[in-house]
């Protein structure tokens, strides 16, 4: 089974970015990479993934409709097993306390520093391994 990662982002350059720093991981089919472009398409797109197991879930905080943070709980109640990082371009002490209170397993600051989330994932697609 392969292993996917869920970006959820309203901002429509998000995925060519991504794609472009994990390139070669796509191409290489170490895992996969879904992208969401609002928290309610992200919801349905975790209520229906099965054929992947999905180890990720990376999502912006400032959404227009539902943000990030209230997209959080409701992404936890289906899926608690899966981690959530969330981004965000205000990196603050409240924001950030929200986030993990909220129960994402942490925040990353725009512009992403992509080396550290490459860590994060080569981790966790190791331990899905």
């Known amino acids: 089974m392969s292993v996917l990662v869920l970006v959820v982002d309203d901002e429509p350059d998000v995925e060519a970015l991504f794609r472009q720093q994990f390139r070669r991981d796509l191409r290489a089919e170490r895992f996969i990479m879904d992208f969401a472009n609002s928290a309610p398409d992200a919801l349905v797109r975790v209520g229906e993934t099965r054929e992947h197991s999905l180890i990720l879930i990376l999502s912006d905080i400032n959404m227009p409709g ?58 966790r697609v190791a331990a899905a391994d």
């Open 66 to 123: 539902m943000t990030g943070l209230e997209m959080l709980p409701k992404v936890k109640e289906m899926r608690p097993e899966v981690p959530v990082i969330m981004i965000t371009a205000y990196g603050d002490a409240d924001t950030k306390r929200k986030a993990l209170e909220g129960g994402a397993s942490g925040l990353l600051t725009k512009p992403i520093d992509f080396s550290a989330l490459r860590e994060e994932i080569d981790a």
